[in-house]
């Protein structure tokens, strides 16, 4: 099966859209045409296509890249195969969680440039879980500049 084909067995289309509207139920992301999503293969093609995405949001304006000290490796090879230039990933401390410090990314925020903030749900090395809402809840606060 292929839910990249349309032509073939049309079978893995239906049942991703199903998979994603259960996940937009449970999460409570609106379960319409405003909310969309795909299944990939894990972490490293779910990092590109989320950044890609994020680049095209900014119109190709120039990203900067926070994530914590402990955040996934697949980063620095997304933001390679995309063009981003590692030089604007910003490595941001943990505190005493292993959370990213909430704190210190925000004073290291730079809104001159389109921002992403990538949060981690179980980091490899310690299964940490980063403030989600309190990411957000920063993101919120400067939707044209930070995703």
Known sequence: MNNQSWDGNQASIYLERQVLTWLK????????????????????????????????KFHDRKMKIYCSTDAHNCIIRAVDILGIGKEN??????????????????????L?????????????GTGAIDDLNGLADLCARHPNDLW
């Open 112 to 124: 001159n440039f389109g921002g992403v903030i990538i949060g981690s749900t179980g980091t490899v």
């Open 89 to 110: 990933i910003i490595i941001i401390p943990t505190n005493k969680q292993r959370q990213i410090d909430l704190q210190i990314l925000e004073k290291s925020i730079d």
């Open 25 to 56: 139920i449970i999460i409570g992301f609106p379960n319409d045409e405003t909310c969309s999503g795909a299944l990939v293969s894990g972490t490293s093609v779910a990092t590109i296509v989320a950044l890609a995405v994020a680049r095209k």
